[in-house]
């Protein structure tokens, strides 16, 4: 159609995908962001980028660490060859640079191989997962707030259509009365209201929760309550235990692979995780009020 409503229609679905879209890249990228600052390495040589390296276990669950004899100590992105071991780790590897240029010949006495977690799995799909649950109930609540403003419904007839016009103009100017001819059909302005029920508030706590599991998840510290002030010590550090032990299985198997780096290429490798806040919360932590609240 190149006229009407067609038109009108195509246009709204091309809004509605465009804002979808945005969504969801606000928060696929919100989360890969954070996951790429999670940790923090100390005593790395110049040419081994950290960035990338920690792209490549979010998104691949692994990457090989590798001495070439041009670029210095490089670590790269992977591809399993050759057999595996009683622990199922490849006797050759190929380690395959950002622009396709790959680096052959890598096997266990000259590369290390480092995972993502003790599980050997890349988070890719779990913030594709978490960034698709996050926008949609993100665009359930610009919905439900945007349906709040739908106008009713009012029923006349052709002839009296423009009479309607005009005391729906009043009303909606707030006038307190309405002047009207002596004929006009006052049991025609009759209201058919769409009663939309509000739900955004509900969907935002619900996004809360969701987001804060997400980031519980992939070890890091967050608090979906809003009302702090009437959390106790109990209630404030309960749900940290989730938070240490996604947060070790992280670092242990970064931690292992640097080791075994250190110990190759003679290098003084550490990582940590890349936080201030202590993970588990104890009475010298937190500021005690009535009852053992947390202020």
Same mark, same amino acid.
């Given at each position: ?17 465009? *804002? ?15 996951? %790429? ?17 920690? %792209? ?19 670590? *790269? ?7 595996? +071991? ?14 396709? !240029? ?9 590369? !290390?191989?480092?995972?993502? =977690? ?9 913030? #594709? %997962?978490?960034?698709?649950? %996050? ?23 052709? +002839?009296?259509? #423009? ?112 936080? =201030?806040?202590?993970?588990?919360? +104890? ?13």
């Amino acid at each position: 159609m190149k006229h009407g409503i067609g038109r009108d229609v195509f246009g709204e679905l091309r809004n509605s995908l465009q *804002l979808n879209n945005g969504a969801f890249n606000e928060y696929f990228l919100k989360l890969m962001d954070m996951l %790429l600052v999670r940790f923090r390495y100390n005593n790395v040589p110049d040419s081994l980028d950290i960035r990338y390296l920690e %792209l490549k276990l979010i998104t691949e669950g692994s990457v090989i660490v590798f001495k070439d004899e041009y670029a210095g100590l490089m670590g *790269l992105g992977t591809s399993y060859q050759g057999v595996l +071991d009683q622990y199922g780790l490849p006797s050759e590897r190929q380690a395959i640079a950002a622009n396709g !240029v790959p680096f052959l010949n890598l096997n266990e006495t000259n590369s !290390v191989m480092i995972f993502n =977690n003790r599980m050997r799995a890349p988070d890719i799909h779990l913030v #594709l %997962l978490y960034a698709q649950r %996050l926008w949609d109930i993100q665009r359930s609540i610009e919905t439900n707030c945007k349906l709040q403003k739908f106008s009713g419904v009012a029923i006349t007839t052709q +002839d009296k259509l #423009l009479s309607m016009k005009n005391a729906l103009n009043k009303w909606d100017g707030n006038q307190p009365f309405i002047l009207a001819t002596k004929d006009f059909d006052v049991d025609a302005f009759k209201g058919m209201g769409f009663e939309i029920p509000f739900v955004a508030d509900k969907l935002l706590t619900i996004k809360r929760e969701l987001f804060s599991e997400a980031l519980s998840n992939f070890g890091i510290i967050n608090s979906a309550n809003e009302k702090r002030e009437r959390m106790n010590i109990m209630e404030t550090a309960s749900p940290f235990g989730h938070v240490e032990m996604a947060r070790n299985s992280y670092l242990t198997a970064r931690q292992e692979g640097i080791d075994w780096v250190n110990k190759m290429f003679g290098t003084n490798i550490t990582v940590e995780f890349n936080s =201030n806040i202590p993970v588990v919360l +104890d009475n010298d932590n937190l500021t005690e009020g009535n009852g053992g609240e947390y202020e």
